[in-house]
């Protein structure tokens, strides 16, 4: 039931968005359940006659636009995005969040940084009062990557390399593996630790998200929205 529920509020959320987009845009597409919901939502407005262009941080955002026969562009080719609408893990009273559950936080934050707008969209139990209480997803190059771990660890954090259900390396958009941490309690700095983590050679980005959200939608389960 709760499940259903927080799924009527993603599909809240992500119709909800579909108001900011406009004729002639190039559309960023986030990752992960609620971004689906957005996309559905997309494609159903250009069936209708929208017309818009796309830039995806995905495979699977990609294959579902265009099925939905939105056109998708290579990143590469996209000096600017108009609106990029994703979803977020946490996110805080700051807009800071943490993303990277379905392992492309990477690719959805150059297209959040190269967008005149990230719309964050999300469902009410994404709302937190401190970043950290799940995990932080860390990118880290294969190359190296027991040193590189190590030395995070060396930081004073603790984690596990992702896997899949068969106990092999999750592998993220990018080739990469994910080193998720795991906070004893929310930190009282993320911005201090995001730098701290970046500076390891070998680290290619984390999933904390700072000064890149714009307006947030929040979806409830009876259908309502609220924009923050």
């Known amino acids: 039931m709760i499940n259903l529920m927080t799924n009527d509020a993603k599909i809240a959320a992500g119709r909800k968005a579909v108001e900011w987009i406009e004729n002639g845009m190039i559309v960023g597409l986030g990752s992960g359940s609620t971004s689906e919901c957005f996309i559905h939502s997309l494609v159903e407005e250009c069936k209708k006659g929208l017309r818009i262009k796309a830039v995806s941080?995905?495979?699977?955002?990609?294959?579902?636009?265009?099925?939905?026969?939105?056109?998708?562009?290579?990143i590469n080719s996209v000096p600017r995005i108009d609106i990029t609408v994703?979803?977020?893990?946490?996110?805080?009273?700051?807009?800071?969040?943490?993303?990277?559950?379905?392992?492309?936080?990477?690719?959805?934050?150059?297209?959040?940084?190269?967008?005149?707008?990230?719309?964050?969209i999300v469902d009410e139990t994404?709302?937190?009062?401190?970043?950290?209480?799940?995990?932080?997803?860390?990118?880290?190059?294969?190359?190296?990557?027991?040193?590189?771990?190590?030395?995070?660890?060396?930081?004073?954090?603790?984690?596990?390399?992702?896997?899949?259900?068969?106990?092999?390396?999750?592998?993220?958009?990018?080739?990469?593996?994910?080193?998720?941490?795991?906070?004893?309690?929310?930190?009282?700095?993320?911005e201090e630790i995001e730098i701290q983590i970046r500076q390891i050679p070998g680290v290619i980005d984390t999933g904390f998200f700072f000064n890149l959200a714009g307006r947030v939608i929040v979806g409830y389960p009876d259908g309502k929205t609220e924009i923050r």
């Open 57 to 74: 941080s995905s495979r699977n955002s990609t294959d579902l636009a265009k099925k939905g026969g939105i056109e998708v562009l290579d």
């Open 86 to 120: 994703d979803g977020a893990d946490e996110i805080d009273p700051k807009k800071r969040m943490i993303k990277g559950g379905g392992g492309a936080h990477v690719r959805e934050k150059i297209l959040a940084s190269s967008s005149n707008e990230m719309i964050v």
């Open 126 to 190: 994404k709302l937190v009062s401190s970043l950290g209480k799940g995990k932080l997803p860390v990118e880290i190059l294969f190359f190296g990557s027991p040193a590189t771990r190590m030395k995070i660890e060396q930081l004073g954090f603790q984690g596990k390399w992702r896997l899949n259900n068969d106990g092999t390396f999750f592998i993220t958009e990018n080739g990469n593996l994910l080193f998720d941490i795991h906070f004893l309690s929310p930190p009282l700095s993320p």
